[in-house]
């Protein structure tokens, strides 16, 4: 079978059962990012879509393209090129760990919250914050009619890739082994790597050969219900829903591991953690989209 026809299987496989059977929710690589923000586009209001598009034209910075789908990797981006000593200012707003052998803490994972002080930039914020003050922090600058366009661009940015961050299910959780990059897995087909990456890039790459096709697949699989019951709620419900999946599914799925403990993920681990992508893929587009619609009016 290749990979396009197993993808779309998954898909709507994935896609089916919340409705059959409800259960938890489950930072993605490039293609990840690309397909949440693909399938947002998909959602939003039209004129929402033309002032998105719009302030990422006028975007000086040519780190990435200016399209919605380019723009969701740039988080990445300027982390990793250290733009500014971004890899140290803004590489915990990334994620928010709750451990899942302690009783979970949301505030702990987020440094319990800090709050900016009155005329500081969202991105001039402490380095010690979590992705769900961060996406709260950004939509809100964007909201804002006193916000110049410089801050909008970049706070617009940074929700586009946040809020896919949020669902990655390795970016909700921790089991002291750093959101499973401490992990080392293998599986049929697949390069050895850790966990984490797996999460982010190889189960995305299960659903289809690129990020457009994905999200087309992705997108014609979304309800009418689901996108009702996923647009709603806030980053903190959405963060704790992806931890039970993490918890029960990315973790607990998890094989014994063997005797130099690397852990050997069997076919029925991928294909739930498969389907678990498709889902959270979706989810994360559809929450984008929804939060863009509010911010953006």
Known sequence: MNRRLFGSLIVATAL??????????????????????LVAQSFLEPAVRRRALGLLASDPDHLTAHDIASAATWADKVRD???????????QWHFADIEIKEQPDLSKACFNFPTIPPGVLASNGPADDCVVDKIQEFAAELAAPTTDLEEQIVALKFILHFVGDLHQPLHSSDDHDRGGNDKRVS???????????YWDTEFVNQLGPDAKSIASDLIGHISTQQERKWAGGKPSDWVNETFDTSKKDAYGQLP???ASGSFRLTDDYVTMATQDV??????????LAFILNQSLK
Do not use: F, Y
Request: proline residues 7%; charged residues 20%.
């Open 256 to 258: 014994t591991p063997n």
């Open 81 to 91: 090129a250290n733009t500014s000593g971004a890899r140290l200012k803004t590489r």
């Open 187 to 197: 599986a049929a087909g697949m390069r050895a790597n850790n966990l984490h990456h």
């Open 16 to 37: 089916a059962l919340p409705l059959a059977q409800p259960r938890p929710a489950l930072a993605w690589g490039d293609e990840g990012h690309e397909v949440v923000a």
């Open 278 to 287: 498709a889902i959270q893929l979706s989810k994360a587009g559809v929450r």
